[in-house]
């Protein structure tokens, strides 16, 4: 179930877009307005999921809460496993703020989003996600559809409404000001808008993703949709093939038959149009869109808050791995992650390894590689640089020791490898760190591209995605690294964006907007 578990999680990095195609498309008429039920003043009760991707904005807003707003009572409901994770943001906010307040954790019942996603997918039980990599854009948007359409509603009736039940329990008890809202958390959505509180989406994606369709006059396609790796703006000529790609994607999922049943369950036990999310503009929305990072839109509505990187600040690396950081030290360091998800096939690793040997022989960098392997390589496998690694220019790990955000932050790291997560691409605009983005699917496509549009990175293996070649990684890595006048822009646009971000952390601007909104209940 572990693996399910992360498999399913990889779709989940969808959820936030698709929930947005959903709100715009089959919202409910305008109803009259009611105010809001008004809870507690200053206190504050976050509805989470545990994967990493979605709920990592949540904890760092959390946290910075407890360090710079020690006046709110933060609560905060997820599934047992993310209980050492919330224990950890209290201890990050005491190494700042002695004295700082506990995290109120709660319990929620039934399975987890990506145990439940991986049940409605059929309980895939291959220890692989191969089966959702895809082809960008319009050649690979059946495989798109078969990833997100049980990506919309995993749990089935009977555990949506356990779990609906439970965060209206909450919300009576703990009687917040405020509700913060995970995007793809759907029972604790309607458990807030049932219940009439007030209410506040944190989003990891930037407002490009989110807010496309709120643009007037047809920009909304200037920009690429989910699984789309299209320039920004759309060129002319790619005009038709985003149009197509959009009607088929919205009209296959408002339209999918696997959350019928569990759309009659919910109404029978009141719950009323669960799939029609409220849209964009209706609540107070938080995003990590930062400035000179994201994609200009023609119109931003009124309740965005743009807060840049929001980072979880965790111990620094030296203190998390002393020794690692010696390591570091040595030389300027290319790190390569591609996230917890991702697992390498013999072809895959051995095309990595082939291609870090080249840059090696070319420039004076090393490499921190992570590298975990499918179940299907063989136990006996080696890479096939093994002389590299023996002079330790190359430090392959199955697991790393530090956070990625603490690594980037040594100041040794410059090159950041990854698979176009939202997080991980914010973690490298907070470093002030060019990427080197490999996609293979789903909105990764999308921060890959967006490394391209912005000036601060490299889709690589664009050629050939979601296929790699030794040339294509090579040539990749070295436009950043060599030292030429293209690497020397991306490295410097990076840095000054860096060092805007780490002027004010996004944590920070969310944890005043949430405090901002919890200030006014009843005493």
Known sequence: MGRLRQIATVVAASVVLVAIFLARASSSPEQDYVAPVRGKNETVLFFINTEYGLSNVHLATASALLEKHPEIDVHIASFPRSAP????????????????????????????????????????????IRHIVHTPGIKGIDQILRSVQPAMSPWDGPNHVLIYEKATELIQTVDPALVVLDIALRPAIDAARQNNRLYAFIAPN???????????????????????????????????????????????VVTRPDFKGTKEYLRAHGIEDSVALPRPHDRPWITQDTPGASLPLDLTPP???????IIFDNEPAVEQDPELVNWLSRAPTVLVNLGSLFTYSEQDATTMALAIEEV????????????????????????????????GRLRVVDWLTVSPASILDT??????????????????????????????????????????DVGVGVYATRATAPTW???????????????????????????????????????????????????????
């Not at 090696?360 to 499918?374: C, R, S």
């Not at 991980?424 to 391209?452: R, S």
């Not at 860096?498 to 009843?522: I, K, S």
């Open 303 to 309: 309740n965005i808050t743009r807060t840049g990187p």
């Open 206 to 252: 930037v407002l490009a993703d989110t807010f496309w369709a709120e643009q007037p006059w047809g920009a909304m396609f200037k920009y690429s949709r989910v699984g789309c790796d299209f320039p920004f703006p759309v060129p002319w000529r790619k005009i038709p093939e985003n149009i197509w790609f959009t009607i088929r994607f919205v009209y296959l």
């Open 469 to 523: 070649t030794v040339e294509g990684l090579r040539d990749s890595f070295l436009k950043v690294l060599d030292g030429g006048e293209e690497g020397r822009q991306m490295r410097e646009k990076a840095k000054k964006l860096g060092e805007t971000a780490r002027r004010e952390p996004g944590r920070y601007v969310a944890a005043r907007e949430v405090a901002r909104l919890a200030e006014f209940g009843h005493a």
């Open 411 to 452: 100041g040794h790291i410059v090159a950041s490898v990854h698979h176009g997560g939202a997080n991980c691409y914010h973690e490298a605009v907070a470093a002030g760190i060019p990427h080197v983005v490999i996609p293979m699917w789903l909105d990764c496509y999308n921060y890959a591209q967006l490394a391209e």
């Open 85 to 128: 994770k919330v224990a950890r943001v209290t201890s990050s906010a005491r190494r700042k703020l002695k004295g700082a307040k506990d995290i109120h954790f709660h319990e929620l019942p039934g399975p987890e989003y990506a145990e439940a996603l991986s049940d409605r997918m059929g309980g895939l039980g291959r220890k692989s």
């Open 360 to 391: 090696l022989a070319k420039t004076d960098v090393q490499f921190l590689w992570k590298w975990a392997k499918e179940d299907t390589v063989s136990a006996d496998y080696k890479l096939p640089v093994k002389s590299i690694i023996d002079e």
